[in-house]
């Protein structure tokens, strides 16, 4: 007999739980499914990852760094990747985290610049509405469970005017003059903050890169999954 | 009946109930190094030693000014991240045992002996008693800098960083650390190291202590430098007299009546 009346005139599965003995939480889910939802995953954990992306305001613009590797858990994968992306001519992305949901998110925002620009009505995306974008689909994925697994950096000039954010695998946005993602977010953020808070409007883009390659340097000495080959963008 | 002996230290009898409990699925919180910049850095004369002064109790700040650099010896200091207690009791037992062992050597005491006592405690407890400590000091044999971990493993390096800021400190360290450096540079590379963790890490804030150990003296900086003073209130709230009205007033006397009697009739004899 089953002693619990929730389990009631609800679907039983005999072979697992005949008595529904299960806590509520561990009850298996026993609805009639379709074959077609059997096939799908949801990700639960990044698999080909890519570590910390930095990022800073400087007097002309924006200055982003990312290293060329992308790991298979401790394995030095393929070690000659693009983690920094243009996208339209304002903007460039940087993304750490899932490399294959980075590549689909390339994808994503490769069709949004072509219809933009078939549309042809004089306006182009800015770093602010490419930023936007990003936020309402991270968002939307995590609200549906199924999130993409990345912490993406965007930034760009648009109209003289300097555009720096961050997106998250949560949708969780953020701004500010100096960002990270990852092991640089401990490491690298004091240092960059340090150097650049309140100087936005006067360091050159030399010493822009400047910091940039010596936040890069402490990363490849404290971070394990990192690589000393860096590619750095400035807008 | 149940016998009511204990033995001292450590009653491991309920791991059995625990690693029971955990199988079914509630785990034993785990023990981290909490909230608490600091630091160690090598330098041309010696050791200097710095540290944060924040003490939490979870999301709460328990003491703003604390002290976290302990005495082992005149020569020898330790800084203390992790439990509060742990690291307290550790280093205070460390020291007195030091002490005592000087005294029976005839010899001034040295870091590497504090060092191999802590972490021989430590590993005995296997990680229980939670306290990583940044040791330093100058002996016959040099200055020295270790850091030791809850269970039980040193590393020796002429720069360390333990807590939750560590990483923060770490990276001013990777940034900005030379060998050979003056005592004035060492202590500014300190200073900022610990700011950065006090800056950036939420388990660190309030002052910077630091304390310069060379061959001839030792020198506790107690608050150093203190970035996060509370401003002067714009107002004062005080009210003045009279702010509350009164009706009626009553004034009695606690001491209704008071007689003296001698009881006894002499002085006291106090020869």
Known sequence: MDHFPTNWGRPRNDAVDAYGTYP??????????DAFQAGIQHTQQPIVTGTSVLAIKFKD????????????????????IQRLQPVGSHTVIGAGGDMSDFQYIQAMLDDLIVDEFSAQDGHTLGPAEIHNYLAQVMYARRSKMNPLWNAILVGGVKDGKRFLSFVDLLGTTYSASTLATGYGAHIAQPLLRTAVEGKEDILTEEEALKILEQSMKVLYYRDARSLDKVRCRRF | MASTFSSTGFN?????????????????????STGTTIVGCLFKDGIVLGADTRATEGPIVADKNCEKIHYITENIRCCGAGTAADTEFTTALISSNMELHALSTGRQPRVVTAMTMLKQMLFRYQGHVGAALVLGGVDATGPHLFTIHPHGSTDKLPYVTMGSGSLAAMAVFESGWRANMERADALALVKAAISAGIFNDLGSGSNIDACIITASSTEMLRNVEMPNMRVQKER???FRRGTTAWKSESIRDLVIDEQVTHLVSEAMDTT
């Open chain 1, 24 to 33: 509520i939480a561990q009850r298996p889910n026993n609805t009639p499914k």
């Open chain 1, 61 to 80: 613009g924006v200055m982003m760094a990312a290293d060329n590797l992308a790991s298979y858990g401790s394995l030095a994968r393929f070690k000659d």
């Open chain 2, 12 to 32: 491991f009898s309920n791991e059995l109930r625990n690693n029971f409990i955990a199988d079914k699925g509630l785990h034993l919180p785990k023990a981290t």
């Open chain 2, 236 to 238: 004062t709230y005080g």
